[in-house]
């Protein structure tokens, strides 16, 4: 068929693209068979303007019917988004990612600067590279971090900088801030942070070393992944701060602790191991 224009969660339109579909159920692990029938199927029920959510449900509705595993592995972006209300569960998320990049990090540090103490999400170190980063969660998917962010958070960061810099050891050391949203940065927020040298982390920013690519390459998926959990499962979770699947597939004792039967609690464990154990090189 001709060309098809989708309708955004954010109220736009753009032509399909099923290389998209394709590239993002590869990444979830799907064989090429799986891939080609579920292209199939989805481009029978295209029609100019259907939603982008409609088609990623029907993706992920037909994905699950093949692998819990491979599902979990591409609602990646909806599990993001369910680590809300509040903004904690994913700077523990961000600040775990970056551990597994090689940084050494911390949670929730209040950070003396050169005028004002701030109150800093996680604060990064590797190597001569010291960061303050500031995680900005969104619920709704058609939200943007706007220029004001950066322009907020590099100003906190030149005041802590310019105390980091007087610190013993800190002398030839570089310094740096970084944002990190769930969700994107609207264009003028790309061009301040390469303008001004404030590193920024979407979902598909920078290109190729997004939030997506990152997770995939350490394997760090959240219990929201899980298709085996109810909404108010996943909340109990994160309440608990058990946020990574990677801590259910090594600790089995977590959820003997939920008081689910071992019925229920085995699926739980299987799907959290599977997804944590992923290896896009030999799962295929």
Same mark, same amino acid.
């Given at each position: 068929?001709?060309? *098809?224009?989708?309708?955004? =969660?954010?109220?736009?339109?753009?032509?399909?693209?099923?290389?998209?579909?394709?590239?993002?159920?590869?990444?979830? !692990?799907?064989?090429?068979?799986? @891939?080609?029938?579920?292209?199939?199927? *989805?481009?029978?029920?295209?029609?100019?303007?259907?939603?982008?959510?409609?088609?990623?449900?029907? =993706?992920?509705?037909?994905?699950?019917?093949?692998?819990?595993?491979?599902? !979990?592995?591409?609602?990646?972006?909806?599990?993001?988004? +369910?680590?809300?209300?509040?903004?904690?569960?994913?700077?523990?998320?961000?600040?775990?990612?970056?551990?597994?990049?090689?940084?050494?990090?911390?949670?929730?540090?209040?950070?003396?600067?050169?005028?004002?103490?701030? +109150?800093?999400?996680? *604060?990064?170190?590797? !190597?001569?590279?010291?960061?303050?980063?500031?995680?900005?969660?969104?619920?709704?998917?058609?939200?943007?971090?706007?220029?004001?962010?950066?322009?907020?958070?590099?100003?906190?960061?030149?005041?802590?900088?310019? &105390?980091?810099?007087?610190?013993?050891?800190?002398? !030839?050391?570089?310094?740096?801030?970084?944002?990190?949203?769930?969700?994107?940065?609207?264009?003028?927020? $790309? $061009?301040?942070?390469?303008? @001004?040298?404030?590193?920024?982390?979407?979902?598909?920013?920078?290109?190729?070393?997004?939030?997506?690519?990152?997770?995939?390459?350490?394997?760090?998926?959240?219990?929201?992944?899980?298709?085996?959990?109810?909404?108010?499962?996943?909340? &109990?979770?994160?309440? $608990?701060?058990? @946020?990574?699947?990677? $801590?259910?597939?090594?600790?089995?004792?977590?959820?003997?602790?939920?008081?689910?039967?071992?019925? &229920?609690?085995?699926?739980?464990?299987?799907?959290?191991?599977?997804?944590?154990?992923?290896?896009?090189?030999?799962?295929?």
């Amino acid at each position: 068929m001709g060309s *098809v224009n989708v309708t955004k =969660a954010s109220g736009g339109t753009e032509p399909y693209d099923e290389s998209k579909l394709r590239q993002s159920l590869a990444g979830a !692990g799907a064989d090429q068979e799986i @891939i080609d029938r579920i292209a199939d199927t *989805v481009d029978q029920m295209l029609y100019d303007g259907i939603s982008t959510q409609k088609l990623y449900r029907e =993706a992920f509705r037909l994905l699950k019917q093949h692998s819990n595993r491979f599902a !979990g592995r591409y609602k990646l972006k909806e599990a993001l988004f +369910e680590l809300g209300p509040t903004g904690y569960p994913f700077e523990k998320f961000t600040a775990e990612l970056l551990k597994r990049l090689g940084y050494t990090t911390e949670v929730g540090q209040i950070i003396e600067g050169n005028c004002v103490s701030h +109150e800093v999400d996680v *604060v990064a170190e590797k !190597g001569d590279d010291f960061f303050i980063v500031e995680c900005k969660f969104h619920n709704r998917k058609d939200h943007k971090c706007n220029v004001q962010v950066p322009l907020y958070i590099q100003s906190r960061f030149e005041d802590v900088k310019r &105390k980091w810099s007087r610190k013993p050891g800190h002398k !030839g050391k570089n310094h740096h801030g970084w944002v990190v949203t769930n969700t994107r940065f609207t264009n003028d927020a $790309q $061009q301040y942070g390469k303008c @001004i040298g404030l590193n920024l982390l979407s979902w598909d920013y920078p290109e190729n070393k997004g939030l997506k690519d990152l997770i995939s390459r350490v394997n760090l998926h959240p219990v929201t992944c899980l298709s085996t959990l109810s909404s108010d499962e996943k909340k &109990k979770f994160l309440e $608990q701060d058990i @946020i990574f699947c990677q $801590q259910l597939a090594e600790d089995k004792s977590v959820l003997d602790e939920m008081g689910w039967d071992s019925r &229920k609690s085995g699926n739980i464990y299987r799907e959290a191991k599977a997804i944590a154990t992923f290896n896009n090189k030999t799962d295929k």
